[in-house]
């Protein structure tokens, strides 16, 4: 039976997309094909939440009733976080973080007889200490391109399985980001996104901080230069000024809150004070005038009174965030927070439409602040025929009401209009 065509399917964060392009790169370069209705799945797995981990539970489970001569990989920190769950699901290959270069290699012996009657593979081995550069490519598919330059983390949030899924923080070398970003220019990109599971760590075992990354990215000359989720307390004043010299940095910024109270932080194992986060925020906008700043905020956390929750919601207003991700409190097996006295869910949802609720309030007034200014939208995928749309280098959604602009190009545009999810803009000149 000649089995050659997969499908990777990616849950979770930008740094399994850029894993995802990997897994495709190395199936392609061994004779498998693409398919949208493939022999394989290949199913890279996010493990951040419950809901993830069920997402991923349940999608095997629908596959494999649904194609049940298909073969479906189970893959990432789902199983590298859970093995014996990961383990109890239908999954014919099972693997964590540390083997996903080898996926191909555990199809073919599957196949090839090397274990007794197609007996399922479970291959989850310990996670290496130092960045396995062989193995790094950037994930193109997107109009911006994804360079993965760190992994791991140390931090160990209270709340948190990302070290069990990840490991120790291990970073890509500059020499080897710069080759990846002038590879990303010279196929078209004209935006590229760092990205890490602590993208702030980047660099520490070397003696290196964040900012040797971003000038070693910004030397291939990329017009666009953007950097994915941050955690704040490993940003020094001296490294955001550092920052505020590449002149291609986009001026959006997402530094992770989880709580405006400080006893929440402390109990969160979060380094850092409301007061200490507001002075990053500052020193940001102070380097970045009217730069955008967004953040992720968690809800429910156990212990969290209503007194916490209302200081959350307060700071946000003070900080006056681009946009907040709200995430109800999830529970994770293995964490110091799951051995925490638990909120009632009901209490964490009502606490999370609230949020939201404000949430949407400061985004809305974050469009509004754009009416009248002249920014650069980079064309993305056409949507409609009756417009094109992208993100500026604020990363704010506009539309731009004409025919259909070719993806890639940089389009400078006066903001006209804020709707309720996206600004509208006048092309004000158009360069290809």
Request: net charge negative; charged share 30%; with cysteine.
């Amino acid at each position: 039976m000649d089995i050659r065509t997969f499908k990777v399917i990616t849950l979770g964060c930008k740094v399994n997309s850029c894993e995802s392009a990997l897994i495709e790169k190395n199936m392609l370069e061994r004779g498998f094909k693409t398919a949208d209705c493939p022999d394989i799945y290949i199913i890279n797995s996010c493990a951040v939440t419950a809901a993830s981990v069920d997402k991923a539970r349940r999608l095997v489970e629908s596959l494999k009733k649904k194609f049940p001569e298909c073969i479906v990989v189970l893959c990432g920190c789902y199983p590298q976080s859970f093995p014996n769950a990961a383990e109890e699901s239908s999954a014919d290959i099972i693997t964590g973080n540390s083997a996903k270069d080898k996926i191909p290699e555990m199809i073919e012996s599957y196949f090839a007889g090397y274990f007794d009657n197609k007996e399922r593979v479970v291959k989850i081995d310990a996670l290496p200490k130092a960045y396995d550069e062989s193995s790094a490519v950037p994930d193109e598919n997107r109009t911006r391109a994804f360079i993965k330059i760190e992994d791991g983390c140390d931090r160990y949030c209270s709340y948190c399985i990302i070290p069990t899924a990840r490991g120790r923080v291990r970073s890509l070398s500059v020499e080897k980001i710069y080759e990846q970003a002038v590879r990303c220019v010279e196929d078209g990109h004209k935006e590229l996104v760092l990205t890490g599971i602590n993208l702030g760590c980047y660099g520490q075992e070397y003696g290196l901080t964040l900012a040797d990354a971003v000038e070693a990215a910004a030397r291939s000359g990329v017009p666009r230069l953007r950097l994915s989720s941050l955690e704040p307390e490993m940003l020094s004043d001296g490294i955001i000024e550092r920052l505020g010299a590449v002149e291609n940095l986009c001026p959006h910024f997402h530094l992770s809150l989880q709580s405006g109270s400080d006893s929440v932080l402390k109990k969160m194992n979060r380094r850092y004070t409301s007061e200490e986060y507001a002075h990053i925020a500052g020193k940001f906008r102070e380097v970045f005038p009217n730069c955008s700043i967004t953040t992720d905020i968690i809800v429910g956390f156990p212990t969290e009174s209503e007194d916490d929750f209302l200081k959350s919601v307060e700071f946000a207003r003070e900080m006056q965030f681009a946009k907040v991700h709200v995430f109800p409190y999830s529970a994770r097996s293995g964490t110091v927070a799951a051995k925490m006295e638990q909120l009632d869910r009901s209490v964490i949802s009502e606490r999370a439409k609230r949020l939201i609720i404000e949430a949407e309030k400061l985004e809305q007034a974050f469009f509004e602040r754009q009416v009248g200014t002249l920014q650069t939208v980079l064309i993305e995928k056409p949507k409609s025929a009756d417009y094109s749309q992208g993100f500026t280098e604020k990363y704010v959604p506009v539309r731009i009401m004409c025919g259909k602009i070719p993806r890639h190009t940089l389009v400078p545009v006066r903001i006209v209009k804020a709707e309720d999810t996206f600004c509208v803009g006048e092309e004000v000149q158009y360069t290809m």
